[in-house]
């Protein structure tokens, strides 16, 4: 049951929660830039339904930088946060799934704009799509690439191969 | 209390239930396939999640994620098309039980007349090499000069048609892609069979007839039931794909098999990332997201001589921009910096002799498990690698490191395992075979102990192949049709191809 007090204190520490920057600090750590290609905006998608979670994921990257390295997430230095990301991201622990799930939602932020439709984020610069060099989609927002190949045999096929193109 | 009857149901519209879908209906049987997913008819070039998720599903188990599609026509909407026959070894395989796991009515030789049918149903094409896009060529480039052979890979793609995008997880906008959706699921609509999108089984039970019971899913939230119901046949054909088809068993008042569940096999799939450097190359590259994600692959290992568990093939694949934090890149700047080199990654996937070690837990409630949000389902399934798939794996690494990195060519790397072993091949968790105890089903197919009720997807496959799946679940499917046709007292004999009567 949750009580009306505790629904009051999750509204006054959410805001916290966010304040404390855990998350943007994570989402930076595993991909530098991830917060500003829209990390924040991703783990809130409404379809997500995780939200209300948030600041409960906040406080728990907190707690565990306290308890390794003696600071919240946001004041270790980039090479401490590297490393307690990593362990988190090994560790056997039942939260690990909960980091997993974190690193893969910041990361799809900077990789592929998983907030955004990707022709429209490509062509606005979004600036993850930018720093890997996305291809830019024709006027229609689909991707057509008339060139494509070097043209020639670059191996010598096994000479097993049968008629349909499979081993034997 | 009476239900809605049918002839044959058919649960899943992929390769394992549209084959099947078209024979019966075209041998004059009342056919109702009821498919989880939507029917879609567009297929957006986007990552947003929201979009391409409408038809993928990431089932995460334990130590082990599948990624699966969830429409009408299956993984075959959303698959790379990749269509190759398993080597003649696979079917030998004894997997240390001392004696042959697949069926002895089924060997290579005895299934490539299945296979030549779904090569020319489908149909399938081998590319030339004008027609191998730059990753493809990179790839055979570097197995040349290390003095390995690479070959083209068949496809299930119409090459005129297909304008190189490389969105084929998105599904295909441009009618290229020979998924289910243009083949035999239209033949067997065409034929009278009834496709029912977003009706998801939950389970079976069984009087005189199955009584298959199924919920109905809203399109817009997979989480929301709008409707239940039930359908009454002498026939059930379940494929539901390799992590779905196991659930539903469990979850039935059938005493099913001891084996139903057991024997999970991810393929012996494992991903590694390549970073080329263009100047050792040679050549100009920067060519990752150019083109299919599927052009050549390496025979070499597929060396029917050495012992089990070391046989693999390599080929070079595409996966999109989501799964680049899959990437063996460090934190922080590292991440960043490998990023900045992203056209000029490679990746490659090799498909070796695991021990099909998944197990499946109880099952929940409905579907393969319980759906956390958009298209992430948690599976009951756990896997944990044996030490011969994993000699397998680090032999696989091996020559991926034998390849790509002699000359200073690129730096190799394996995708982390922090999300467990990721395989888009699932397989033999309800398998065919002829001991009772590591089998569930007969050769035929047939779930033992319940006559009228067959398993033909993924799930049917005995082990690893070695190769991609598709096409040997698609050929099991075209064998077991003509023995699911007969058993409902129907000639199976003169159904022509789909799209060829
Ligand atoms: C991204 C990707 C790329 C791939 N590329 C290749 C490739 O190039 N070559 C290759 O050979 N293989 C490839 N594969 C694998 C191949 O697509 C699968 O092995 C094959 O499609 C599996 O066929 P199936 O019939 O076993 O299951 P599926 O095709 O997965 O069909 C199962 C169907 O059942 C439905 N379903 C599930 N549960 C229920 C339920 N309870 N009630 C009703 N319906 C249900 C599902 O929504 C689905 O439509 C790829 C897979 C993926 C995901």
């Known amino acids: 049951m949750i009580s009306r007090r505790s629904l009051l204190g999750l509204a006054l520490v959410a805001p916290l929660g966010r304040s404390s920057g855990a998350l943007e600090a994570f989402a930076d750590t595993i991909v530098p830039g991830a917060t500003r290609a829209g990390a924040m905006t991703v783990l809130r998608l409404p379809s997500l339904g995780l939200a209300l979670l948030l600041p409960g994921m906040a406080a728990l990257l907190d707690t565990r930088a306290v308890l390794s390295a003696g600071r919240p997430l946001a004041a270790l230095n980039p090479a401490e946060r590297a490393a307690l990301v990593d ?7 039942l939260d690990r799934e909960v980091y997993v799930l974190l690193a893969l939602l910041c990361a799809s932020a900077f990789d592929c704009a998983a907030h955004l439709n990707t022709a429209q984020a490509a062509r606005s610069g979004h600036p993850g799509l930018r720093h890997l060099r996305f291809p830019m989609p024709d006027a229609d927002g689909l991707w057509r690439f008339p060139e494509y190949s070097y043209g020639r045999r670059l191996a010598p096929s096994h000479p097993q191969t049968t008629a349909a193109g499979s081993p034997p | 209390m009476t239900f809605e009857k049918a002839d044959v149901v058919v649960v899943g519209s992929g390769f394992g239930g549209a084959v099947p879908a ?3 209906a075209a041998s004059g049987a009342k056919v109702v396939v009821l498919e989880r997913g939507p029917r879609l008819t567009r297929f957006p070039h986007s990552l947003r999640l929201g979009e391409f998720t409408r038809a993928v599903d990431l089932v995460v188990g334990d130590g082990v994620a599948a990624v699966t599609g969830n429409c009408v026509g299956g993984s075959s909407v959303v698959y ?18 001392g004696r042959r796991v697949w069926p002895r009515a089924i060997s290579r030789a005895s299934l490539d007349p299945w296979y030549a049918r779904v090569e ?6 081998v590319p030339q090499w004008s027609q191998i896009a730059y990753s493809g060529g990179v790839f055979a480039a570097a197995c040349s000069r290390a003095g390995r052979t690479c070959n083209p890979v068949p496809l299930a793609v119409d090459l005129k048609r297909c304008v190189n995008c490389n969105w084929m997880l998105a599904g295909c906008d441009f009618d290229a892609k020979r998924s289910m ?4 699921l239209p033949a067997a609509e065409a034929a009278g069979a009834e496709i029912r999108p977003l009706h998801e089984v939950q389970t079976l039970t069984r009087g005189d007839r ?11 939230d997979y989480r929301k039931v709008v409707g239940i119901g039930a359908i009454e046949a002498k026939t059930v054909v379940l494929a539901a794909g390799a992590v779905a088809t196991p659930p539903i068993l469990q979850r039935s008042a059938l005493d099913v098999p001891g084996a139903v569940g057991k024997y999970f096999s991810g393929n012996g799939d494992r991903v590694s990332i390549a970073v080329v450097d263009d100047k050792k190359l040679g050549m100009p590259y920067e060519g990752f997201a150019v083109g299919r994600p599927i052009n050549t692959m390496s025979f070499d290992r597929l060396d029917p001589v050495q012992p089990e568990y070391e046989r693999f093939s390599l080929q070079q694949i595409y996966f999109p921009a989501i799964t680049n934090v899959l990437a063996d890149t460090g934190f922080g700047d590292s991440a960043r910096d490998a990023r900045a080199k992203w056209a000029s990654w490679l990746s490659v996937l090799a498909m070796t002799e695991d021990d099909n070690e998944g197990v499946f837990g109880p099952p929940a409630p409905s579907g393969s498990g319980l759906r956390l949000a958009l298209s992430v389902v948690r599976s009951s399934l756990r896997y944990r690698p044996s030490s011969r798939t994993l000699r397998g794996w680090a032999l696989a690494d091996d020559e991926a490191k034998a390849i790509l990195e002699r000359g200073g060519l690129s730096t190799v790397k394996p995708w982390r395992d922090f999300a467990g072993s990721v395989t888009a091949h699932p397989l033999a968790s ?7 105890r590591t089998s569930a089903l007969d050769d035929r197919h047939e779930v033992r102990g319940h006559p009228g009720l067959f398993v033909t997807d993924g799930s049917a496959v005995p082990t690893s192949l070695c190769v991609n799946p598709s096409l040997t679940i698609a050929a099991l499917a075209e064998r077991a049709s003509r023995i699911i046709v007969e058993s409902t007292g129907r000639p ?7 799209g060829k009567g």
């Open chain 1, 87 to 93: 362990e988190l991201l090994r560790s056997g622990g």
């Open chain 2, 22 to 24: 078209y024979y019966c």
């Open chain 2, 80 to 97: 790379f098309g990749a269509s190759l026959r398993a080597p003649s070894f696979v079917f030998e395989r004894r997997c240390g039980t």
């Open chain 2, 120 to 125: 020319q149903a489908l149909p399938v094409e």
């Open chain 2, 181 to 184: 959706l243009l083949n035999y």
């Open chain 2, 210 to 220: 199955y009584v298959v019971s199924y919920t109905v899913i809203d399109p817009d």
């Open chain 2, 430 to 436: 309800c398998r065919i075979g002829d001991d009772p």
């Open chain 2, 492 to 498: 199976a004999r003169d159904v022509p191809l789909p």
